[in-house]
């Protein structure tokens, strides 16, 4: 357990530079109503492009049972 207090340091400064970086990267709080208000009108006119242009193929419904087809019997 001794040998691994040399990571007590590391681990130290990489935790207060995570917070640090958290902390000075993230956007001014005080934003101007009408500046959102502007954004949330954009974003609600926007157009978005359809994920899927083909419908899905219905799955069959699966009973639980695996079922082998049955072999067609030879006429004699």
Do not use: H
Not at 22 to 30: K, N
Not at 42 to 67: H, K, N
Request: include cysteine.
């Amino acid at each position: 357990m001794e040998i691994l207090l040399w990571l007590v340091p590391t681990v130290l400064v990489t935790v207060a530079a995570m917070c640090w970086v958290g902390w000075a990267g993230r956007e001014p709080r005080e934003v101007d109503r009408e500046v959102m208000v502007g954004r949330l009108a954009r974003g609600m006119t926007r157009e978005t492009p359809l994920r899927y242009a083909a419908p899905r193929p219905e799955r069959d419904r699966s009973t639980g049972i695996a079922v082998r087809p049955s072999r067609a019997r030879k006429a004699s």
